[in-house]
């Protein structure tokens, strides 16, 4: 019993550092988003003297956040919504149809995940600039579409190879009673089998959800035009060459993260239920 009380009273010491040690660079962005230049680099550990709004202002201005934010939000659930959709498919059907060809397949979708993507995006983006339909005025390139597109490309080998291992427990013979009831196969997918994936799912859209809301590299190298940018491309207009306006930065990092705190606060139990589903199956 004492051994047990110990371990439990270090790991809450080890909680309490690791918790500390990930809070602590926010707070000292939080504090310093309400200090002008002088008093962030004076005391940059200490609270503000006052609680000083005008940052926020500038910054939204500055960054055009609201629509750096309505880019974001659709870049994000569109991706996430599609990568959701596509690979909760393929790996059912990867699953389920146990061949030569869908074993080659899958093993090339997981290989993806082994790729840095600094590996390729030079020559992507180059490949893809090319894809151009003059008539209807189409490109990947300079599009909030042409990121969704690269996105779902980039995402969809860990999903498939998260739902596959999850569908592996889904029973097979609910499908095959819904099979002898006259079920088609999308009526089998959509009524029987994604259903089941709940738990994964909710996994799987936070991953993206994260990595996609998050992401600058990308972005950057497609999206141009400075009416398209995400929230994390406009945090760019604080960092000049010679100067940096760390109090507008500091402020516009916090608006940036503000949606992901607010996503994790909706979203707690059921990233909860979703994980501790996912380890039991």
Known sequence: MEKAKRGISILEIF??????????????????????????????LSLPSSLNFTYYIQAIQKMNFL?????????????????????????????????????????????????PFQ??????????????????NFSLIDTRYGLIFMNIGFGIG?????????IKNVPLEMEEAATIDGCSK??????????????????????????LWNDYLLPSLVLRSPNLRTIPLSTFF??????????????????????????YLFSQKYIIKGVMAGAIK
């Open 186 to 211: 999308f009526q089998l997918f959509w009524r029987i089998v994604f259903p089941n994936l709940k738990p994964i799912i909710v996994t799987v859209a936070i991953l993206n959800v994260i990595s």
């Open 15 to 44: 909680g309490w550092i690791l918790t500390l040690f990930v809070i602590f660079p926010v707070y000292i962005m939080v504090i310093n988003s309400f200090k002008d230049r002088k008093e962030i680099f004076t005391s940059e």
């Open 158 to 166: 860990m999903s498939t190879f998260l739902f596959h291992g999850f």
């Open 238 to 263: 604080f960092f000049g060459e010679f100067t940096i306006e760390w109090n507008l930065a500091l402020a516009g990092l916090v608006l940036t993260i503000i949606p992901v705190i607010i996503f």
């Open 119 to 136: 590996s390729v995006m030079i020559p992507l983006v180059q490949y893809l600039s090319k894809w151009q339909i003059p008539g209807i």
């Open 67 to 115: 629509t750096a934010l309505g880019n974001s939000l659709f870049i994000t659930v569109t991706s996430v919504v599609c990568i959701i959709i596509l690979s909760s498919m393929a790996a059912w059907v990867l699953e389920r149809n146990k061949t030569t060809v869908s074993n080659v397949i899958f093993y090339t979708l997981v290989a993806t995940m082994l790729i």
